[in-house]
């Protein structure tokens, strides 16, 4: 029994060092084929890799480019406009100035909108830049339409658009100012008596809608009484036209009251830093300088309105409406002027509308740019802007108003 255990035994042992010795083979075949597997990928790799070097050295010498920084469209009719002794009418046509007015705008913006060749490309030209502005302002043509007529992309034109709208908003205080010195003030008391005989009135006031797309956030805010979305501009205009403040942005629900008194204008005024010399005395009653507004303003020392008319009016307040009319509708039509003559104002604005302000700023520069220059235009769109002023008067304007309608009937 002894010697079949230890045969047992020895049987085992012999399965068991089989066993262990198959096992450990099987796990260095195992190790061999991994390591042969990674050595083959690394090798494809390699070799991958070498080919797309190979195949791009090849191909480097007949490679297209396709690379434009210029479209290939018909570009060079402004540089033919520009170069040659074109009329002013074709520039009119085309830009809404003449070509003095034009050259004057590019030296004004050059410091903000010029830049510099580069290994890469050569800069667009100052005329081209101005150009390209000019025609966005004064058609209200899409980006991509001006892009198309001066051979540049859509961005291009956008990017062009925006430094040349902002070079003009760093101008506004140079062009458009409201005369603080008594000099400038009887300058313009001066200009507006050789057009009414209404006294001592410095400018006229007045608002008007601009058209945009529906903002995404409060909208309801910037749909006016006219069944539109808009935004007010705010503006006071001297006897020539030329804009002497312009307030913009507010939404176009607002009451035209409430603009001037949330205006930078109406600060001024309230706090006699404006408007406060030289005065006129008539019949014992100290006259402010002037403002001239419609009806929807309130009745100020220095801002006079009409009496309401309920069909009882004597015959002396009724001339003293048809007076003020007279004398303040120069800011009428200094609104249709800039409306005529930059049409991206009488279009709807689809543009974001925290920009549209500098947009609507830009243009009133131009304006007066163009009035400094003597550039006249002969468009004209009308500002049907009427709304009523619901509210308290200043009482001590309620004589200044009355000694008026003595001293004009």
């Known amino acids: 029994m002894l010697e079949n255990y230890a045969d047992q035994r020895e049987v085992v042992l012999l399965f068991s060092l089989l066993f262990f010795t198959l096992l450990q083979r099987a796990r260095r075949s195992r190790v061999i084929f991994l390591q042969r597997l990674i050595t083959r990928r690394a090798q494809r790799r390699r070799q991958a890799a070498l080919l797309r070097v190979f195949t791009a050295f090849a191909l480097q010498g007949r490679r297209p480019r396709r690379i434009a920084w210029v479209l290939p469209r018909p570009q060079y009719w402004f540089d033919n406009l520009l170069n040659s002794n074109a009329l002013n009418m074709w520039w009119k046509e085309n830009f809404r100035v003449t070509r003095e007015t034009f ?52 961005s291009t034109a956008i990017g062009v658009c925006k430094d040349f709208i902002q070079a003009l908003c760093q101008l506004k205080d140079q062009f458009i100012k409201f ?32 058209p945009i797309r529906a903002p995404k956030e409060n909208h309801e805010d910037y749909f006016n009484r006219k069944h539109y979305y808009s935004f007010i501009v705010q503006g006071i205009v001297d006897a020539s036209g030329t804009y002497l403040s312009v307030s913009t942005g507010f939404p176009g629900s607002m009451h035209d009251a409430r603009v001037l008194r949330l205006s930078n204008f109406w600060s001024l005024a309230e706090e006699n830093r404006i408007l406060n010399m030289p005065c006129m005395d008539i019949n014992g009653t100290q006259i402010r300088p002037l403002i001239l507004g419609d009806s929807a303003y309130p009745l100020k020392s220095w801002l006079i309105r009409p009496f309401q008319d309920n069909g009882a009016l004597t015959a002396a307040r009724r001339h003293f409406n048809k007076e003020l009319s007279k004398a303040r509708i120069v800011v009428e039509h200094g609104f249709g002027q800039t409306k005529a003559r930059w049409r991206c104002l009488d279009k709807r604005i689809d543009e974001d509308t925290m920009k549209i302000p500098y947009t609507v700023t830009a243009c009133c520069v131009l304006h007066n740019i163009c009035i400094l220059m003597n550039d006249d235009f002969d468009g004209h769109v009308l500002n049907n802007h009427v709304v009523h002023y619901v509210g308290d008067d200043e009482l001590a304007a309620n004589d200044v108003r009355q000694a008026i309608v003595d001293y004009l009937f």
Not at 119 to 126: E, F, K, Q, S
Not at 184 to 203: L, M
């Open 103 to 154: 050259h004057f705008i590019c030296t004004a913006v050059a410091p903000v909108i010029r830049r510099q060749d580069t290994i890469l490309r050569a800069a667009i030209p100052v005329e081209t830049r101005t150009a390209i502005g000019l025609w966005r302002l004064a058609t209200g043509d899409s980006y991509r339409s001006c892009g198309l007529m001066f051979g540049i992309f859509k």
């Open 179 to 210: 005369p603080t010195c008594p000099a400038q003030v009887r300058e313009k008391i001066q200009d507006f008596r050789e057009k009414s005989t209404f006294p001592n009135v410095v400018g006229a006031l007045d608002g008007t809608h601009i």
